[in-house]
Structure formats: structure tokens, C-alpha cells
């Protein structure tokens, strides 16, 4: 059970007032707030403890060090990885599809070799797969999506041949919330013997992720939409795969030795981590995790999904809206538009009265052009959010049609 009430106390920035009210946040699937657990920590290691990991003997490097490596062990219990070298720090989840892309492109892809993305696909995990064909000469086949915005898993079948080399996919589509049946898509491509990635940008927060039960070959996340900060997130990879794949930048910490003539690379985690990492962030990353499981990842799905049909209920009574995304399987995102009333108008009204909502394609250009359509207005919902907020969102779009009318 969750007591949103007392969850609402540890978020700081939900408790102001944008212009006369106090502020509604449904725009958490862009990024989510955070908990002061997570300001806390950060602002404590940057005050206290400050100094550069791996390549220092004093002891405030070998107490960051320590925290950082730390951090990664939260990482991989969290999502049951089998090692916790499997665990990269990256950027977040777009610099985790570039690292695969690049990496995996270079060392298994080759000309005419076919990759298998799909229309729900955010533009992180479309365009540096398009970047690695056009290096290698690869190409690109879509699952395509249903009106409900399901993925059609008879046509992923499909799309198998000889020459699939990879699938990526997202766990939960982040304009249209759909949760797609990762577990199916996994299985079918293996029994092709075709490695897949899993974008989980959307997925991991929502609900338990067990790596290992899914078996999936790379997983990846952002840790500000996790509740943690920006510029860190997760790439989990399977050590057979990170072992066999190239590195992706060259630098500091990545390598074992250097010379002119030839350098060797250091071993995982450490050969996809070159240069300065964000180790702050990889420990207010580890402090959200905790206050995540402190909560619980099932309880979140269940509160979630509460609001989700509540909201769904709601806003399905106002005349003339249109919902995109109707999966029977979802997380708590409602895309919509209204009447005809254009969404960016839709979400600058909102903002007057202290919603903030999405507007646009959300990086998902290839489904609304499926829909027809330029844009939505996005509600994404959060475990801090509550059902008076959703009345009042309804209420405040009645006011919008009324003054469009
Ligand atoms: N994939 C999905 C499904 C997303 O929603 C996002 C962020 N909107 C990304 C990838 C990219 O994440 P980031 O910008 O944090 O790298």
C-alpha cells in the first residue's frame, strides 16, 4: 500500500505553487522529481567526499571509489543482474543505445545484414541503429504497431532471417505507455538465436525487471526518469556480449596500457567507461534505487495502475477526446488530444493553471505518423500523484473546450 500523502512530503519541488496553486506534475515519463534522499546524498558526497575514483591512493578517492562500485552493486541487485560487471554507467539510456549500436554494429554487423526495431520506438533507439547502417550497410525492419498501439507479434516472426543480427525494442512505449510483451519478443528472437536490447527508459521504474528471468542480452535506463539524477543511467549487458564487443570511446580508466604502437584494454565494466564518469550521479542514482524498494516496485505498479484506469475513466467522459494508446497492457501514460483543439494550445492552458503536461510527437515521429497525427497531449503518472489531481485535470480541460467552443 502507499501512503501518497506522507511519499508527497519527500519531494520538495511538488510542494510550490507555479502560479496560483500548487503545481500538478504529469509530465513524469519526460523526468520524474526527486526525493530529497536523492538531493541529500548528492549534495553530501559533493560537499564531503568530492575526488576523482579508480586512479587515486589518498582516502577521499578511495572513499568515492568505494561508493561508486558500491553503486554499482545496487544497480545490478536491483535488476538481478549475474555480475556486477555486467553493469556500465552511461550518460542514460540514449548514450546506452549508441555504446550497442556502435559497438555491436562494429564487431557482428556487415553489409545487408538486417537489424529488427519497431514503430513504438523512441528516436534514441532508432537513430543510432540508423547511424550503424549507414556504416555498415545494414538494414532496418519495423514490427509494426496495432491501432490499440500493440506491437503485431505475428509480423515480428516474421521479420526473421538469416541475417537478423539484432533486435531492439523498448520495454514500455513512452508516448503511448504500452507495456510490450518483452518476455515473447526475448524468446521468439533466441530462437532464432538473435541477441536482443531492451530499452527500459520507460519500463524499469514502473515495475520489477529481473534481468536474468527475462534473459535478455542488454537492458538499458536513464536515472532521471528512475527519480535519480540526470546524466547517469545503466546499460546491463551480458558478459559474453561486452566481452566480444569493441570499446565505444577511447580514454582514461578504459585501458590496461598504452603505447604509440598499441594499447590494451582494461576489463569490464571499465573498458565502456572511458574518461571521468558521472560517480556523483551513480550514487544519487543508488540512493533513488533504495528509496524506490523502500516503497516497492510491485506497490508502485498497483498504485499506478489505480490511477491509470481512474484517469483513463475520467477523461474518457469529456466529449470529443481521443486517447491514443489503448493497450490492455500499460503503464500509467494517457496521450490524448481534444476535440480540435491543437495540443500544444492544450498544454499551454494546462500550464496556466498549474498542470504540467507533454505536447508534441515525444520523440516518436514514426507512431503518430501511424495515427495521423502531429502530436498528443502526454499525462504521465507517478506514484506521488493523486486521484484529486486527475479530477482537477479533468475539470481544467472541460474550462479549455469550453473556451475553444
Ligand atoms: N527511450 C525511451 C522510451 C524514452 O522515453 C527516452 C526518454 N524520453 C529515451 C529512450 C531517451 O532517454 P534519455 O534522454 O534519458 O537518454
Not at 564531503?48 to 591512493?57: A, E, F, M, Q
Request: aromatic residues 10%; neutral net charge; proline residues 3%.
Amino acid at each position: 500500500m502507499i501512503d501518497v500523502n506522507a511519499i508527497r512530503n519527500d519531494f520538495p519541488l511538488l510542494q510550490q505553487k507555479i502560479y496560483n496553486r500548487q503545481l500538478v506534475y504529469f509530465d513524469n515519463a519526460a523526468t520524474t522529481q526527486k526525493p530529497q534522499t536523492v538531493i541529500d546524498t548528492t549534495n553530501e558526497y559533493y560537499q564531503k567526499y568530492n575526488s576523482n575514483i579508480h586512479r587515486g591512493v589518498h582516502s577521499l578517492s578511495e572513499k568515492m571509489t568505494e561508493s561508486y562500485e558500491n553503486a554499482r552493486r545496487t544497480v545490478k541487485s536491483f535488476i538481478n543482474a549475474q555480475h556486477q560487471h555486467e553493469i556500465i554507467f552511461t550518460s542514460g539510456t540514449t548514450e546506452a543505445v549508441n555504446l550497442v549500436a556502435f559497438s555491436f554494429g562494429e564487431k557482428f554487423i556487415k553489409k545487408d545484414d538486417e537489424i529488427i526495431l519497431s514503430q513504438l520506438e523512441h528516436h534514441s533507439n532508432i537513430v543510432p541503429w540508423q547511424l550503424m547502417c549507414e556504416r555498415t550497410g545494414a538494414k532496418i525492419k519495423v514490427i509494426p504497431a496495432t491501432y490499440t498501439g500493440d506491437l503485431d507479434l505475428s509480423a515480428y516472426e516474421r521479420l526473421f532471417s538469416e541475417k537478423t543480427k539484432i533486435v531492439s525494442v523498448n520495454h514500455v512505449s513512452n508516448s503511448l505507455g504500452t507495456i510490450n510483451d518483452i518476455e515473447k519478443i526475448i524468446q521468439i528472437a533466441h530462437c532464432h538465436n538473435v541477441p536482443v536490447f531492451i530499452d527500459g527508459a520507460q519500463g524499469i521504474h514502473h515495475q520489477p525487471v529481473d534481468v536474468q528471468k527475462l534473459d535478455c542480452d542488454f537492458y538499458a535506463f536513464s536515472g532521471h526518469k528512475i527519480y535519480g539524477p540526470t546524466g547517469i543511467g545503466v546499460l546491463y549487458g551480458k558478459e559474453k556480449w561486452l566481452n566480444e564487443m569493441p570499446p565505444y570511446k577511447g580514454g582514461g580508466d578504459m585501458i590496461k596500457t598504452v603505447t604509440f604502437e598499441k594499447t590494451t584494454y582494461n576489463d569490464l565494466p571499465f573498458k565502456f567507461e572511458a574518461g571521468t564518469t558521472n560517480f556523483i550521479g551513480a550514487i544519487g542514482l543508488s540512493a533513488a534505487i533504495k528509496y524506490i524498494e523502500k516503497i516497492g516496485r510491485q506497490n508502485i505498479f498497483e498504485y499506478e495502475d489505480m490511477l491509470l484506469k481512474y484517469a483513463t475513466e475520467k477523461i474518457k467522459t469529456i466529449p470529443d477526446i481521443r486517447i491514443y494508446g489503448t493497450s490492455e497492457n500499460k503503464i500509467s501514460v494517457i496521450s490524448f488530444l481534444v476535440g480540435k483543439i491543437h495540443h500544444f494550445d492544450t498544454g499551454m492552458m494546462l500550464d496556466k493553471m498549474d498542470i504540467a503536461v507533454r505536447t508534441g510527437n515525444h520523440c516518436t515521429q514514426p507512431i503518430m505518423k501511424f495515427y495521423g497525427i502531429e502530436g498528443t497531449v502526454r499525462a504521465s503518472l507517478s506514484f506521488y500523484n493523486t486521484t484529486s489531481e486527475i479530477d482537477y485535470l479533468v475539470e481544467s480541460l472541460l474550462k479549455i473546450k469550453q473556451l475553444f467552443a
